[in-house]
């Protein structure tokens, strides 16, 4: 099993930033991927990007450019960093690992991104 722990999310300006953290329960080299959605009011969960155990990484053409994926393997620890974020960004934010033949997914976090 895999637990996960995001964190980050808040209240951020247009063209501001935001960094999301993932806290998995487990070694993150042993899960075939770690992926960030999100999900706005009234619209379905959407991929963001993904990081794969060797380290590829996968973004939506949405967020190409703007938003970066790492990872902190000592802390297990997945990052979501979200910079010139617009109105448009504004949603729940939820972190899943694909971990054999199963997949976790964190309880979410929100942003808001508004003047």
């Known amino acids: 099993q895999v637990q996960l722990v995001e964190s980050g999310g808040g209240l951020v300006q247009p063209g501001g930033s935001l960094r999301l953290s993932c806290a998995a329960s487990r070694d993150i080299f042993s899960i075939n991927v770690m992926g960030w959605y999100r999900q706005a009011p009234g619209n379905q969960r959407e991929l963001v990007g993904s990081i794969t155990s060797t380290g590829g990484t996968f973004y939506a053409d949405s967020v190409k450019g703007r938003f970066t994926i790492s990872r902190d393997t000592a802390m297990n620890t997945v990052y979501l960093q979200m910079n010139s974020l617009k109105s448009e960004d504004t949603a729940v934010y939820y972190c899943?690992?694909?971990?054999?033949?199963?997949?976790?997914w964190g309880q979410g976090t929100q942003v808001t991104v508004s003047s």
């Open positions: 899943r690992a694909a971990f054999g033949v199963r997949d976790y």
